[in-house]
Antibody, heavy 123, light 110 residues
Framework: EVQLVESGGGLVQPGGSLRLSCAAS????????MNWVRQAPGKGLEWVSY????????YYADSVKGRFTISRDNAKNSLYLQMNSLRAEDTAVYYC????????????????WGQGTTVTVSS | EIVLTQSPATLSLSPGERATLSCGAS???????LAWYQQKPGLAPRLLIY???SRATGIPDRFSGSGSGTDFTLTISRLEPEDFAVYYC???????????FGPGTKVDIK
């Protein structure tokens, strides 16, 4: 079964740090680009960061640039998000999501999602 | 930077009715980079449509996508009880490179 499982969320004070992990199984993780997407309570979806299959290409949303770092370990089938200098507005459910692609091309939709991990930034 | 808008914000319909959801872009979007998702409360989003009109694996054919340029549409031909949810459009833009979601349309039971 194709699956993504996030972990690492929790309660952190403003200015603090947290590292999220996403464990992939059931597919060749090293062949796929990945995203982190978040959803604040009662709000819509917000893209956070993108990493290509080989880690050669990385993008960030302006709202997290300079504070968050995306990385992956293909040997461990894992995706990470290091979050520093956290703010109250970073409070959200964080999802990892696979970028849909085939051997022919990348489609830039996200076809597999984890269940999400909750990050709460509060004093 | 491309901004996506969705209308209406809420659509109140009965099972069996047709739902038409709109997604507008502030600049022309490549159809190859336009997707639609369904999200139910407490669950992760589910990919419905990619490339503006291609159904993702396992998606029933009552869901269809269309459009090009700045105007895109998700149509649910006959609403089933399980279709009442929030729907998001999403685009990928390369300049600057980023993914953008629309604010969502909630389809609820009339």
């Amino acid at each position: 079964e194709v699956q993504l499982v996030e972990s690492g969320g929790g309660l952190v004070q403003p200015g603090g740090s947290l590292r999220l992990s996403c464990a992939a199984s059931g597919f060749t993780f090293s062949s796929y680009s990945m995203n982190w997407v978040r959803q604040a309570p009662g709000k819509g979806l917000e893209w956070v960061s993108y990493i290509s299959s080989s880690s050669s290409t990385i993008y960030y949303a302006d709202s997290v640039k300079g504070r968050f770092t995306i990385s992956r370990d293909n040997a461990k089938n894992s995706l990470y998000l290091q979050m520093n200098s956290l703010r109250a507005e970073d409070t959200a459910v964080y999802y990892c999501a696979r970028v849909y692609s085939t051997e022919r091309r990348v489609y830039y939709g996200m076809d597999v999602w984890g269940q999400g991990t909750t990050v709460t930034v509060s004093s | 930077e491309i901004v996506l808008t969705q209308s209406p914000a809420t659509l109140s319909l009965s099972p069996g009715e047709r739902a038409t959801l709109s997604c507008g872009a502030s600049q022309s979007v490549s159809s190859s980079y336009l997707a639609w998702y369904q999200q139910k409360p407490g669950l992760a989003p589910r990919l419905l449509i990619y490339d503006a009109s291609s159904r993702a694996t396992g998606i029933p054919d009552r869901f269809s996508g269309s459009g090009s340029g700045t105007d895109f549409t998700l149509t649910i031909s006959r609403l089933e009880p399980e279709d009442f949810a929030v729907y998001y459009c999403q685009q990928y833009g390369s300049s600057p490179p980023r993914f953008t979601f629309g604010p969502g349309t909630k389809v609820d039971i009339k």
